[in-house]
């Protein structure tokens, strides 16, 4: 059997959450059309390890009619959606993958799709390639390069490059404009409210509303937390992003002094311990908290069951710790990614930009692999702007041109007031 998913009496309905996707997905049907008449993948084995949501199903086909052998499992316990597994299952895709891991049944499901010996990874947050690196290091021989789609596995890849361990090179995706100050910021903005708001259906408006880590990720979910009405603050590590955050118009303090105030907490930081036992110790009663980071390490989960009396599931993804002294903590899908997790992730007009990003990463690498370092690469500008555009004529959008005249002038070192 080429699959394990949870039920695949659930295909028809995945299907029809993919064709949605697929209709909101321009750039990478059109990409598709192209790359099923020129075979770019053609001879490609590739195993994927990144979230089974609608858009991701889109991008297997994509990959397929491109010629690729593809082999998937879901990069996180809680991600995947059990209908788009199936419908995957059903048109013949290899696929490992349902919600509710275990973490072996994780890595079952990555070995598995390993067992075809790919000639190319796809990651999300790294756990295929390390598993690779650490248990099968015999197969980098026949691996030509992998792609890496979020922030803490490029942080990663990357300092494995410079350590000279890397067995590959690698494509970090993430790091593509049309993919970080995108999918991360407004991707990850709408769908991580959206996963507050379906795990709790509270009003936002009024709500103090805390955000670790203004980076990519923080900036969009404090935008659009402000959007609904809410008092947002910011915690910083860096002082750059923290005054990005104040000039944006945001409280900016630090965590022990938030932890009093905060009647919604969003970790985003990609950090482990970000908010801990003295910061649940001092927490309203009621406060809820959250994570859209890529690991569930940024809540420290232990530390609020130690301060905890009792613990019980009141409505899907959110679970209530009474503590000892009677108050209330809400925290929401267990610490893993609240937009995957408790919603389904980014919309998908985001993940076609991104998604096209992988495409080309793999092409690049199938075809020039064995020829680069073994280090970490970010795919061209020129890539990044043909995706660009390519999204904007799909949304009927025109822009302007530099003229011959501009374009000197912007060279002119001798033109002054
Ligand atoms: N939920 C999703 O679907 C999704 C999507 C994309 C990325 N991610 C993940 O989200 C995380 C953040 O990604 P990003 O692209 O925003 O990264 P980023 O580097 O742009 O931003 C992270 C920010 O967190 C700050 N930070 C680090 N440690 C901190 C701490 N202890 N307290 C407060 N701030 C701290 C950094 O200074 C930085 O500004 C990563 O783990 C990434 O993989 C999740």
Same mark, same amino acid.
């Given at each position: 059997?080429?699959?394990?998913?949870?039920?695949?009496?659930?295909?028809?309905?995945?299907?029809?959450?993919?064709?949605?996707?697929?209709?909101?997905?321009?750039?990478?049907?059109?990409?598709?059309?192209?790359?099923?008449?020129?075979?770019?993948?053609?001879?490609?084995?590739?195993?994927?390890?990144?979230?089974?949501?609608?858009?991701?199903?889109?991008?297997?086909?994509?990959?397929?009619?491109?010629?690729?052998?593809?082999?998937?499992?879901?990069?996180?316990?809680?991600?995947?959606?059990?209908?788009?597994?199936?419908?995957?299952?059903?048109?013949?895709?290899?696929?490992?993958?349902?919600? /509710?891991?275990?973490?072996?049944?994780?890595?079952?499901?990555?070995?598995?799709?390993?067992?075809?010996?790919?000639?190319?990874?796809?990651?999300?947050?790294?756990?295929?390639?390390?598993?690779?690196?650490?248990?099968?290091?015999?197969?980098?021989?026949?691996?030509? /390069?992998?792609?890496?789609?979020?922030?803490?596995?490029?942080?990663?890849?990357?300092?494995?490059?410079?350590?000279?361990?890397?067995?590959?090179?690698?494509?970090?995706?993430?790091?593509?404009?049309?993919?970080?100050?995108?999918?991360?910021?407004?991707?990850?903005?709408?769908?991580?409210?959206? =996963?507050?708001?379906?795990?709790?259906?509270?009003?936002?408006?009024?709500?103090?509303?805390?955000?670790?880590?203004?980076?990519?990720?923080?900036? =969009?979910?404090?935008?659009?937390?402000?959007?609904?009405?809410?008092?947002?603050?910011?915690?910083?590590?860096?002082?750059?992003?923290?005054?990005?955050?104040?000039?944006? =118009?945001?409280?900016?303090?630090?965590?022990?002094?938030?932890?009093?105030?905060?009647? @919604?907490?969003?970790?985003?930081?990609?950090?482990?311990?970000?908010?801990?036992?003295?910061?649940?110790?001092?927490?309203?009663?009621?406060?809820?908290?959250?994570?859209?980071?890529?690991?569930?390490?940024?809540?420290?989960?232990?530390?609020?069951?130690?301060?905890?009396?009792?613990?019980?599931?009141?409505?899907?993804?959110?679970?209530?710790?009474?503590?000892?002294?009677?108050?209330? @903590?809400?925290?929401?899908?267990?610490?893993?990614?609240?937009?995957?997790?408790?919603?389904?992730?980014?919309?998908?007009?985001?993940?076609?930009?991104?998604?096209?990003?992988?495409?080309?990463?793999?092409?690049?690498?199938?075809?020039?692999?064995?020829?680069?370092?073994?280090?970490?690469?970010?795919?061209?500008?020129?890539?990044?702007?043909?995706?660009?555009?390519?999204?904007?004529?799909?949304?009927?959008?025109? @822009?302007?041109?530099?003229?011959?005249?501009?374009?000197?002038?912007?060279?002119?070192?001798?033109? /002054?007031?």
């Amino acid at each position: 059997m080429k699959y394990k998913v949870a039920d695949l009496a659930l295909a028809s309905q995945g299907k029809l959450k993919v064709e949605w996707a697929e209709s909101r997905m321009p750039v990478l049907t059109t990409l598709r059309e192209r790359f099923a008449k020129e075979k770019p993948l053609a001879g490609a084995r590739i195993a994927g390890c990144l979230h089974v949501t609608k858009e991701t199903a889109v991008l297997v086909r994509t990959l397929r009619a491109a010629g690729a052998e593809v082999s998937w499992s879901g990069c996180n316990p809680l991600s995947t959606q059990d209908d788009v597994a199936a419908a995957l299952a059903a048109e013949d895709t290899s696929i490992y993958a349902w919600r /509710g891991l275990s973490v072996e049944e994780f890595y079952w499901c990555i070995e598995r799709t390993l067992d075809f010996k790919p000639t190319l990874t796809l990651d999300d947050g790294a756990d295929l390639i390390f598993t690779v690196h650490h248990k099968h290091p015999e197969l980098a021989a026949g691996i030509k /390069g992998g792609t890496e789609e979020t922030t803490t596995g490029v942080h990663r890849l990357r300092a494995m490059g410079e350590a000279g361990k890397l067995l590959y090179p690698v494509m970090a995706v993430n790091d593509s404009e049309t993919k970080w100050d995108f999918d991360n910021v407004y991707g990850t903005g709408q769908s991580s409210i959206d =996963g507050i708001l379906r795990s709790t259906a509270i009003l936002l408006a009024g709500k103090n509303f805390v955000v670790a880590g203004y980076g990519h990720c923080g900036r =969009g979910a404090a935008m659009r937390a402000r959007g609904m009405g809410a008092l947002v603050y910011v915690t910083e590590v860096d002082p750059i992003q923290a005054l990005k955050a104040r000039l944006e =118009g945001f409280q900016v303090l630090p965590m022990d002094e938030a932890a009093k105030v905060g009647d @919604i907490f969003i970790t985003a930081t990609g950090v482990k311990d970000v908010l801990i036992g003295r910061h649940f110790a001092s927490m309203k009663d009621g406060a809820v908290v959250c994570n859209t980071g890529h690991y569930d390490c940024e809540i420290n989960i232990p530390d609020l069951e130690k301060l905890a009396a009792s613990q019980r599931e009141i409505r899907p993804n959110n679970d209530e710790y009474r503590m000892k002294d009677g108050r209330r @903590i809400y925290l929401l899908a267990r610490g893993r990614l609240v937009n995957l997790a408790a919603a389904e992730g980014h919309p998908s007009e985001v993940m076609d930009m991104s998604f096209a990003n992988q495409v080309m990463g793999l092409i690049r690498l199938h075809r020039e692999g064995p020829k680069l370092e073994k280090k970490v690469y970010v795919l061209s500008k020129e890539q990044d702007r043909e995706i660009a555009t390519l999204k904007l004529s799909t949304l009927g959008l025109l @822009i302007d041109k530099l003229t011959p005249e501009q374009i000197a002038y912007q060279s002119d070192y001798a033109a /002054g007031t």
